[in-house]
């Protein structure tokens, strides 16, 4: 009996020395850009409900940054608000709250863009993902994926989206889906490609009544 | 491979080829009949022994761990009954300390009142006067013949104080009747006080009656383990059983105790060991959740282990007395710290079950409900208490578990036992199996070759006959 004690004993102390040691990121990392060109700013009800399913879902550990999409999106100057949830849920909640709040003030003072440069967003939401050193990296796109580029602006390059998940929200038809669907087709598929050659994943979701898919594998 | 595969031995005949074949396989089989039959028969046999040797094995194994179990059941029976007898004994101290303590006083009231009520009887037996002398002479008067008026007037006077005597006699015996009543009516409280003590008495005597027959059932039964009888054994047995089977109900509560403590404190953990940390691919805080009921168990059965309600460590047993007691109370106090610490951690809980919900409301824009405040206590009030009385219900689950351990190695042991006999049983079975295997195979070699069996038979025959004469 002395013995089992001592092994159960030597088991709880690996365990608690163990415990010492860094959590394994297990985290849960979130870069959601904002469409903030031409009709899009109508949307921005849509994308803070889509923030506020973020929020709730988001646990301690998480990080979450929202970012505009505008003429030039490749500046930490587009980035509305960013958090790296603390451990202790109580932390978690205020933090949410403040985030909530600044999210709140942008969308009242928001202004349309003329450009959309998803391109540029795309890889800074990448370079934050890498810094948070989230376990699941996830880049929200709240925009009808049209690209709309200054010109001289060069993003026909191949992206480096190793581990990444990119989720296209609430993807609008144009006009001009209208007249060929294929066109919207193709946007997506172009995307799609992109996307997958960089080595991400790339998925639609356009029901925003099923927002748990984002959380799905 | 197969019969058809075999090569043609007439080229385009594969019919004739095949006969051909097969005369060829049945000679051969002829010819070989002897060594065959020899081979088939030495490996069944072979087989057969080592089945029925490895059979053997597996009872002697089967016999020394009966006898070890028989041993470890009457050791353990051994030691419930001294206990058992021990208590008893205890008991029997009690009673008699508790009752016949008080026998001297008892037994002094007792002789008080048996000496008044005699004394009180003794003076109801009193008779009064006898009658005065005189009555004879006034008989002696009667006697004179009543011719004379002077003794007709002495005997009326007579008469008359002989009625007034006899008046006075009368009032006189009856006060004396009277005095007796009240001296016997007085009696009665004191034979009540006999008989009440007489009563406590009887009571205390036949607690102990009770208690001597109970100390026979348990010495006989502890006579009948010490011969090692097999009634005893099976008594033993059985006790085992049914205490397996009802302390393993009352541990499988207890584990769902146990979820349900996991469950109240699993979440708040999370803000003293943070919320997202992993430790071997579990959270931390479940791991921290699980460490403190573990904690809770082991303190547990420290304190009962030191209270001497159970004897699972011989260590702790021989502790000194005074240290035990020192040690009781320790464990008793990080007990009551733990079950403290729970009761805050479920409140805390609920808070932060709250706060949660207050956020996920304002992030989706639905308005507070103001009213239905009033059961929202009840919850809260709950859990902490359910958080506080946990861990003593943890802790008591060491009894159920000193008697699941003991009788497990028991009902193990009988189930090792039945396993074994039953493997020991399919082994012999085997072995007359495969015995029998080579026999009928042995048949089949001759079923084959029958043709030629046949011929050597008629051969066999013709030749004998062809001797006879």
Known sequence: MIRKINVIAAILLTLFLAGCSKSTPNTHGVYMLLDTSGTY?????????????????????????????????????????????????????????????????????????????????????????????????????????????????????????????????????????????????????????????????????????RLERIFED | MGLTDLPQIVPGQPGISLLIWLLIIVVVLYFARTPAHKAIRSVSRLLRNALHLFSRSVLIAEGSLRSRNREVLFSMGQDASERQIAREFERMETVIHRDLAGFPTIYRKLDEQITRMEEDYARTSEVPDTPDAWIRAVDAVANIPSNDSMVADVLTNIHESMNKSQKNAVEEYREMFHERHHLLKKLLPSWRKVNSALNEVKKS????????REVDAQ?????????????????????????????????????????????????????????????????????????????????????????????????????????????????????????GSESALAFMRDLMAAENQA????????????????????????????????????????????????SSRTVLGVIVVSSLRAISFLLRLMGNIIHHLGTALVNAYDLIIFMPLWVEEKFMHKSGSAVKP
């Open chain 2, 359 to 406: 956020l996920t409301r304002s992030l989706s824009d639905v308005p507070m409900v103001v009213g239905g405040q009033s059961f929202s206590n009840i919850p809260t009030i709950v859990q902490m208490v359910i958080g506080f009385i946990l861990p003593f219900v943890l802790a008591l689950a060491a009894m159920p578990l000193e008697s699941f351990v003991h």
């Open chain 1, 41 to 209: 700013t109508e949307e921005m009800n849509k994308a803070s409900n889509i923030l506020s399913f973020m929020l709730v879902k988001l646990g301690p550990g998480d990080s979450l940054a929202v970012a505009r999409i505008d003429s030039g999106s490749f500046s930490e100057k587009d980035i509305i608000a960013k958090v790296t949830f603390d451990e202790r849920p109580s932390v978690t909640n205020q933090q949410k709250r403040g985030f909530r709040e600044k999210m709140d003030n942008f969308i009242k003072t928001l202004k349309g863009s003329s450009y959309t440069d998803i391109t540029g967003g795309i890889i800074q939401a990448v370079q934050f993902l890498e810094e948070t050193k989230s376990g699941k990296k996830t880049i929200l796109i709240f925009s009808d994926m049209e690209e709309d580029l200054i010109k001289g602006q060069v993003r026909d390059f191949a992206l480096e989206l190793k581990g990444s998940e990119v989720i296209a929200l609430n993807v609008t038809k144009l006009r001009s889906d209208q007249v060929d669907p294929r066109d919207y087709m193709k946007r997506l598929d172009a995307w799609r490609s992109r996307v997958e050659e960089g080595g991400g994943t790339f998925r639609v979701i356009n029901d925003l009544e």
């Open chain 2, 205 to 212: 005597v036949d607690s102990l009656d009770e208690r001597s």
């Open chain 2, 219 to 339: 010495l006989s039964k502890f006579e009948m383990i010490c011969h090692g009888k097999s009634a005893g054994e099976r008594m033993l047995s059985s006790s085992s059983f049914t205490q397996f089977f009802i302390s393993a109900l009352v541990l499988f509560i207890a584990v769902g105790g146990g979820i349900v403590n996991f469950n109240l404190i699993a979440y708040p953990m999370q803000e003293m060991v943070g919320g997202n940390s992993t430790l071997a691919g579990f959270k931390t805080s479940d791991v921290a959740a699980m460490v403190i009921i573990l904690l809770e168990l082991a303190i547990g059965l420290f304190f009962m282990e030191s209270a001497r309600f159970t004897r699972l460590f011989p260590v702790i047993g021989a502790l000194d007395d005074k240290i035990r007691e020192r040690m009781k109370w320790i464990t008793l106090g990080i007990l009551v710290i733990l079950a």
